[in-house]
């Protein structure tokens, strides 16, 4: 016999639903919230989910449980007042044509780690880089 989706990945669905239902997680989903939508609605019309999709489905479930862990929160707002901080010292040093780009840039940073909790390598370098640059042009 075989058995429904709903049955056999009920705590998947589950989870998706709360997820979707997320307003604040889901606003820097982009097309990802697509993927995840379209999965539950396979698994809820009980539609063929091979391993792979399974293995995804788990992982962006996992992700968004730890979007809310305590140790993730406090990180993300540590990041968070560490950018805050380069922007105030980017808007008192910087003359006005190089201020705009680097503001705008770190914007960008800022509504990133409010909405997905993270950022790339390179964002995190160039931070740095604007870190050490800033002290040097006060002076």
Same mark, same amino acid.
């Given at each position: 016999m075989k058995h429904s989706n709903y049955t056999k990945y009920k705590d998947e669905i589950r989870d998706i639903r709360k997820l979707l239902n997320d307003e604040d997680y889901c606003s +820097? #989903? +982009? &097309? /990802?919230?697509?993927f995840l939508s379209d999965m539950h609605m396979k698994l809820v019309s009980? +539609?063929?989910?091979?391993p792979m999709m399974?293995? $995804?489905i788990v992982? +962006?479930? *996992?992700?968004? $449980?730890?979007?809310? &862990?305590?140790?993730? %929160? =406090?990180?993300? @707002?540590k990041l968070l007042k560490k950018i805050? $901080? #380069?922007?105030?010292? !980017? @808007? %008192?040093?910087?003359v006005k044509q190089d201020k705009n780009y680097k503001l705008k840039v770190m914007y960008s940073i800022m509504e990133q780690v409010k909405s997905r909790g993270f950022i790339s390598k390179k964002q995190m370098e =160039? !931070? *740095? &880089?604007? /870190?050490k640059i800033i002290p040097k042009r006060s002076k």
């Amino acid at each position: 016999m075989k058995h429904s989706n709903y049955t056999k990945y009920k705590d998947e669905i589950r989870d998706i639903r709360k997820l979707l239902n997320d307003e604040d997680y889901c606003s +820097g #989903l +982009g &097309d /990802y919230r697509n993927f995840l939508s379209d999965m539950h609605m396979k698994l809820v019309s009980n +539609g063929r989910i091979s391993p792979m999709m399974h293995s $995804k489905i788990v992982q +962006g479930i *996992n992700k968004w $449980k730890s979007f809310y &862990d305590e140790n993730e %929160v =406090w990180k993300r @707002e540590k990041l968070l007042k560490k950018i805050m $901080k #380069l922007t105030s010292n !980017c @808007e %008192v040093h910087y003359v006005k044509q190089d201020k705009n780009y680097k503001l705008k840039v770190m914007y960008s940073i800022m509504e990133q780690v409010k909405s997905r909790g993270f950022i790339s390598k390179k964002q995190m370098e =160039w !931070c *740095n &880089d604007m /870190y050490k640059i800033i002290p040097k042009r006060s002076k």
